[in-house]
């Protein structure tokens, strides 16, 4: 359920094992671009799903949700996005399991994968399915197994991570982990639902706590004069205590800058505080409002402002490597440079167009077609030309990345 950035590498990994799969999406536009093979894999994944749809009788794909109810196993992947209040937007996922507990019958073993809050899987499936008379454990069986999939990774093969699996029951697990053995060759059982869920939410807490803590440090270095990644690199050849983290323009994508306010959320409806993670996302939101604020200042070294200034953002995907501009910071860092006023462009080589607010912008595929007072460097893939960028004009490097030159700015 759900063929996304998570449900379809799982699919192809079940069908390259030698599985039979179904894969269901509400949106025939995604499995039309699944169809066409217009979908952003990496190469390995881009040969599996070839092969697999060369395969229709082992591979198929489908709309409805119905069609579900023959399956042996059914892994639900949809997403679990955070809205423009940061409040957990759990509408798909509500629907997801809502369709799966409506035709689930006995035998199956049913595995949750979105990341969510602690006690979901209990909420959304093992209360309803008691609801329609069905023992978990004894007629259908049910697991939480949080995803790790990291999109545009290449280095690091999906069935190499190793997988966190919590059962409702002992039988429970058994099942979710025969099904998963094809997914990762190594399990991790845990003691409950409620575990696996923390783990998920405990990792990327982790990593926003951490990328905040670095964005502090690049602010303190560069007010010291000093190269934040020359600090970061001499600290990682410690061998043990110490985790590189690198600064940036924010944090994007479908997991950090959401899955943190999972748990925020359901703590503050039971009056629990947690001062640490607060401040650190809260800090992880306010980032691309500081690229802003430091883009005006680079602008008024050369006595301009905002208001009437040409910026052209390179690279608005939320990380090197994927078409994917879900949560990335250039899209707000877009708006709020347009909404002060100046007449702002992106290039990116993996993206085409953005939707800033509901309007549609298209991408800029020639840099030097135009003349920039300011240059805001929000990403650079690894086949990305930035050759031209040039001491001809300003360049607010948010990714630390380049050299530092004459007309080169960090945060």
């Known amino acids: 359920m759900g063929m996304g950035y998570v449900g379809l590498p799982t699919a192809l990994q079940l069908h390259s094992s030698g599985r039979r799969v179904l894969g269901v999406d509400i949106s025939t536009r995604r499995l039309d671009a699944i169809n066409s093979e217009d979908v952003d894999l990496i190469p390995r994944d881009r040969v599996r799903l070839k092969e697999a ?24 992947c949809v997403p679990t996005p955070v809205n423009e209040h940061l409040l957990p937007d759990l509408n798909a ?82 099942n979710a982990v025969e099904v998963l053995a094809d997914c990762s060759k190594l399990l991790h059982p845990v003691s409950s639902l409620e575990a696996a869920e923390m783990t998920k939410l405990f990792e990327n807490t982790f990593r926003a706590v951490n990328i905040s803590l670095a964005n502090e440090f690049a602010d303190i270095s560069g007010h010291l004069d000093l190269d934040i990644n ?12 110490f ?18 306010h999972y748990l925020l959320w359901q703590l503050r409806a039971e009056r629990v505080t947690a001062p640490m993670i607060e401040t650190a996302m809260a800090l992880v939101a306010s980032r691309p409002s500081r690229v802003v604020e430091r883009a005006a200042q680079v602008l008024a070294t050369q006595g301009k402002t905002l208001a009437g200034a040409s910026v052209l953002i390179v690279g608005v995907a939320y990380k090197p490597g994927v078409a994917d501009v879900r949560e990335s910071p250039a899209l707000e860092i877009f708006s709020r440079l347009h909404n002060s006023g100046a007449a702002v462009a992106f290039t990116d080589c993996m993206i085409d167009r953005i939707d800033v607010h509901g309007t549609m ?21 690894s086949d990305e030309d930035v050759s031209w960028l040039t001491d001809d004009v300003p360049v607010l490097d948010t990714t630390y990345r380049l050299s530092r030159e004459s007309r080169r700015y960090t945060l």
């Open 53 to 76: 749809l060369n395969d229709p009788w082992a591979f198929v794909m489908s709309s409805a949700a119905e069609s579900i109810a023959d399956a042996a196993a059914i892994l639900i």
């Open 93 to 174: 996922l509500v629907l997801a399991c809502q369709s799966v507990v409506k035709v689930a019958s006995k035998s199956q073993t049913l595995i949750l994968t979105s990341t969510t809050y602690v006690g979901c899987t209990n909420d959304l499936l093992l209360k309803p399915l008691a609801d329609r008379g069905l023992t978990v454990g004894r007629d259908i069986f049910v697991a939480f197994a949080p995803e790790r999939i990291n999109p545009g990774d290449s280095k690091i093969h999906h069935n190499d991570v190793p997988r966190v699996v919590g059962g409702a029951t002992p039988a429970c697990m058994s």
């Open 230 to 241: 020359e600090v970061i690199d001499a600290a990682a050849t410690k061998p043990y205590g």
């Open 243 to 260: 985790m590189p983290f690198r600064p940036g323009p924010g944090i994007g994508g479908h997991c950090i800058p959401c899955d943190p």
């Open 361 to 381: 912008v298209d991408v800029l595929r020639d840099p030097r077609e135009a003349k920039w007072d300011l240059v805001v460097v929000h990403t650079i893939h």
